[in-house]
């Protein structure tokens, strides 16, 4: 972080200066995952910047996932995501998935509740006349980084307290008696936004997996309409294929 170089004149914004720079320094690994950089005022002493210009090339580089800050201790460049073979036959839940990968999981919850459902909900689930839907909708994570954005939705007489669910989906609905047992899922690419890249720690617009699980009881009944955002970067989805008949 030197003060030299950084042209006021012809090379564009000075945040976007040091921006590239830092990302460089990322790029090249000379800044590797987990570092931490210096405090603001340090950097601004460095470079010779403003605290504004250079908050904004830091604020910048956290918003496309390369940097992350933790409240009270500092900016550190984002852990390396570590690519996750996911078998596409096994009707598996997130909690179980990491479980066996001996990784940790952790929820952040964006929204839960009861709402009047959406025509695609009343369809997928077969809601009857009046009934609500349950909301979940979570950043699902492990071991510190984000992964997926899960919104899923079950019918209101099923799930009538989304708010109390807190860790796995799959294991309330076991305790009701409600496991899934078969489930149909469709995947396709899709590009995320600036929101949902926000939320999963990546550059607006870089490759998504939008993933919709629709699961069913034994009785053929829908118990789960799940609609979700897997990182393109870190899920390889594999299936083993047998001879055509
Ligand atoms: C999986 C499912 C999701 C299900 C969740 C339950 C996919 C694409 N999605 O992530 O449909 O709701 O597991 O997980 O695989 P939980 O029991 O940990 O809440």
Wanted: no cysteine; glycine share 10%.
């Amino acid at each position: 972080f030197s003060p030299d170089g950084f042209d006021g004149a012809g090379a564009g914004p000075l945040y976007l200066q040091l921006h590239r720079r830092i990302a460089e320094a990322i790029a090249s690994s000379r800044l590797a995952p987990g570092d931490s950089l210096p405090p603001e005022r340090d950097m601004a002493q460095m470079t010779g910047l403003s605290r504004v210009t250079v908050r904004k090339a830091v604020q910048a580089l956290v918003a496309s996932g390369q940097l992350v800050q933790r409240r009270g201790s500092g900016t550190y460049v984002a852990p390396k995501v570590e690519r996750l073979e996911q078998a596409l036959s096994l009707l598996t839940s997130f909690t179980e998935d990491m479980a066996r990968r001996g990784k940790s999981v952790e929820s952040v919850w964006i929204a839960r509740g009861l709402h009047a459902p959406a025509p695609e909900e009343v369809m997928a689930l077969g809601l009857g006349a009046g009934e609500r839907v349950a909301r979940l909708e979570r950043v699902r994570r492990s071991d510190g980084v984000p992964l997926a954005i899960e919104r899923a939705a079950l019918s209101g007489t099923v799930l009538p307290h989304p708010d109390q669910v807190e860790g796995s989906l799959y294991k309330v609905l076991e305790e009701k008696g409600l496991r899934p047992v078969r489930a149909v899922q469709r995947i396709s690419a899709a590009n995320l936004g600036p929101r949902d890249a926000g939320l999963l720690g990546v550059a607006p617009g870089v490759a998504g997996l939008k993933i919709e699980r629709v699961s069913y009881l034994p009785s053929g009944r829908v118990i789960e309409f799940t609609r979700s955002l897997y990182r393109g970067d870190a899920y390889d989805f594999a299936v083993e294929l047998t001879l055509a008949p």
